[in-house]
C-alpha cells in the first residue's frame, strides 16, 4: 500500500506509524498490520488548519527514505525602522514669530509647545522638533527649507539618528 500525505514516523516499536491517505487515515501498527479507519468531522476540520500552517513541503531525500516532511517556512525577524530627529538650528536673522509658524503649521504643535522649542532653539543653539522615521523625517526638513527660502530667511533644519 502507498502512502500519500504527512507522515509521522514510529520513535519506538509499540508506536505505529500513520499516513493520511485522502478522507481515510490508514495506520500501520507494529507488528506490519494496517488498520484503515475514516475520520471525524473535528480532524477533519483540524488537519485543514494545520496543512494550511504548514507552508511547503519536502521531501527528505538525503537519508534515501521515501516519506514526505511538513516543514514550516520560519518567519523572518521583523526589525523597526531606525527613526530620526529633526532638530531646528539657531540664527541671528529669522524672526521668533516665524519659528513658531512652521512648528505650529509643519509639526503640528501647538502655540505654548512651539513657544518652548523656539526659545530652546535660541538659547542652547538648536532644538529637536520632533521624531520620525528616515521619509517623514527627510520630507519635514524640505518643507521647512522650502518654506524658509520663501520668505527668504536663512533658517537650517536637518536630521540627526537618534
Known amino acids: 500500500m ?9 520513535k519506538s516499536a509499540n508506536q505505529a506509524e500513520i499516513a493520511d ?3 481515510y487515515i490508514i495506520t ?3 507488528k506490519g498490520g494496517y488498520r484503515k479507519y475514516q475520520p471525524t468531522l473535528h480532524y477533519q476540520q483540524e488537519r485543514k488548519r494545520t496543512r494550511a500552517q504548514m507552508g511547503e513541503r519536502r521531501t527528505d531525500t538525503e537519508k534515501g527514505q521515501g516519506f514526505e516532511l511538513a516543514v514550516e517556512e520560519a518567519r523572518p525577524a521583523i526589525k523597526k525602522p531606525p527613526l530620526y530627529r529633526v532638530v531646528l ?3 541671528d536673522f529669522t524672526p521668533m514669530e516665524f519659528v513658531v509658524n512652521i512648528l505650529e503649521a509643519i509639526f503640528g504643535m ?3 509647545r ?3 522649542v523656539m526659545l530652546e532653539v535660541h538659547t542652547k543653539g538648536k532644538g529637536i522638533c520632533g521624531v520620525y522615521n528616515f521619509e517623514i523625517a527627510e520630507t519635514k ?3 521647512v527649507m522650502g518654506i524658509a527660502q520663501q520668505h527668504q530667511h536663512p533658517l537650517l533644519c536637518t536630521m540627526e539618528e537618534s
Request: aromatic fraction near 4%.
Open 89 to 91: 538650528i539657531n540664527d
Open 141 to 143: 526638513v524640505a518643507q
Open 28 to 30: 500501520r501498527m507494529h
Open 2 to 10: 502507498e502512502f500519500r500525505g504527512a507522515v509521522s514516523l514510529a
Open 114 to 116: 512651539a513657544t518652548q
Open 110 to 112: 501647538e502655540r505654548t
Open 21 to 23: 491517505a485522502g478522507p
